[in-house]
């Protein structure tokens, strides 16, 4: 069984980063594409970033200040963010489906971590 457990989530205050995990038990990150999703509080859940097969997509709105990873012989694929914003205050998932390639779409992921509340605020 598949399993998602994100962690690394907290406060932080406007400018600062944070570093989150997610990490992967019952499949090889090898056989699966990794998503980042985030939902802001009375917002839709969207994308973040993907990775997959140790390529990096990223949601046009994401680029520059966030850095999607992974490490295989930990099963764990990481994203950091950098000069956070009040905004980016949101609760993040991760998500697995597998395949290769940028195929992080939100309706199409597998499996569901339960998620990691970051919270943006001075």
């Known amino acids: 069984q598949l399993q998602l457990v994100e962690s690394g989530g907290g406060l932080v205050q406007p400018g600062g980063s944070l570093r989150l995990s997610c990490a992967a038990a019952?499949?090889?990150?090898?056989?699966?594409?990794i998503g980042w999703f985030r939902q802001a509080p009375g917002k839709e859940r969207e994308g973040v970033a993907c990775?997959?097969?140790?390529?990096?997509y990223y949601a046009d709105s994401m680029k520059g200040r966030f850095t999607i990873s992974g490490d295989d012989a930990k099963n764990t694929v990481y994203l950091q963010m950098n000069n956070l914003k009040p905004e980016d205050t949101a609760v993040y998932y991760c998500?697995?489906?597998?395949?290769?390639?940028?195929?992080?779409?939100?309706?199409?992921?597998?499996?569901w971590g339960k998620g990691t509340l970051v919270t943006v605020s001075s």
């Open positions: 998500a697995a489906r597998m395949g290769s390639g940028n195929i992080c779409y939100l309706a199409g992921m597998d499996d």
């Open positions: 019952g499949f090889s990150l090898q056989y699966y594409a």
């Open positions: 990775f997959s097969s140790g390529a990096q």
